[in-house]
């Protein structure tokens, strides 16, 4: 499984941003999509999840300001996220096969990440 992210960059306070998750996976519709971000001196945290029955779930500090889709002819997964805070500012992860463990997201295969900075 590989995935690949893009669509990171530098956004002042209130602006708007695609991330986008290109996999290369046999059977992609059957897997549990999600995006993770990890800001700096922080632990990686989980922000959304796309399961592979369509359930589309948000941590709380990004409901109503993200959405997750994506794109099963393209194999693409999506991110856009609206109303930028600073505190948005993280490397944000693409993941695949995500599932619930000890009361938190947890994924087998991780992209790279891509840098989102929000200034003020």
């Known amino acids: 499984v590989q995935l690949e992210e893009s669509g990171g960059g530098e956004v002042q306070a209130g602006g708007s941003l695609r991330l986008s998750c290109a996999a290369s996976?046999?059977?992609?519709?059957?897997?549990?999509m999600a995006w993770f971000r990890q800001a700096p001196g922080k632990e990686r945290e989980w922000v959304s999840t796309?399961?592979?029955?369509?359930?589309?779930t948000y941590t709380d500090s990004v409901k109503g300001r993200f959405t997750i889709s994506q794109d099963y002819e393209k194999r693409t997964l999506y991110l856009q996220m609206s109303r930028l805070k600073t505190e948005d500012t993280a490397v944000y992860y693409c993941?695949?096969?995500?599932?619930?463990?000890?009361?938190?997201?947890?994924?087998?295969?991780w992209g790279q990440g891509t840098q989102v900075t929000v200034s003020s």
């Open positions: 796309l399961s592979d029955a369509g359930t589309k």
């Open positions: 993941a695949a096969a995500c599932y619930e463990s000890g009361g938190g997201y947890h994924s087998d295969y």
């Open positions: 996976v046999d059977s992609y519709r059957s897997y549990c």
